[in-house]
Nanobody, 125 residues
Framework: QVQLIESGGGLVQAGDSLRLSCAAS????????MAWFRQAPGKAREFVAA????????TYSDSVKGRFTISRDNHKNTVYLQMNSLKAEDTAVYYC??????????????????WGQGTSVTVSS
């Protein structure tokens, strides 16, 4: 059974940085794409970033490109989301996710099969 457990959320001020972590278990971590999504209050869940199984390919939404960095440590079975220059509009619950792909990076919620419980990020302006 695949489990994804996020951590690292919290309350920060605009301009601050925060690093989210997602610990994975239940299958061979380094074989699969990992991604981050977020859901703001009253809005649909949206794609943030994705990373190929070997860490060699990444993709970001336009709203976070240049500010957020997704990375993974395959020895620790953990994926990270480093968030810099945070803005009030980054306030959301952030979800770690995965699917059965190794290199294809996808942006749609329906393309991902496994989800964590989410960690809340609040950015005050």
């Amino acid at each position: 059974q695949v489990q994804l457990i996020e951590s690292g959320g919290g309350l920060v001020q605009a301009g601050d940085s925060l690093r989210l972590s997602c610990a994975a278990s239940g299958r061979i971590f380094h074989d699969y794409v990992m991604a981050w999504f977020r859901q703001a209050p009253g809005k649909a869940r949206e794609f943030v970033a994705a990373l190929s199984s070997d860490g060699g390919r990444t993709t970001y939404s336009d709203s976070v490109k240049g500010r957020f960095t997704i990375s993974r440590d395959n020895h620790k079975n953990t994926v990270y989301l480093q968030m810099n220059s945070l803005k009030a509009e980054d306030t959301a619950v952030y979800y770690c996710s995965s699917n059965d792909a190794r290199f294809m990076l996808q942006w749609e919620v329906d393309d991902y099969k496994y989800w964590g419980q989410g960690t809340s990020v609040t950015v005050s302006s």
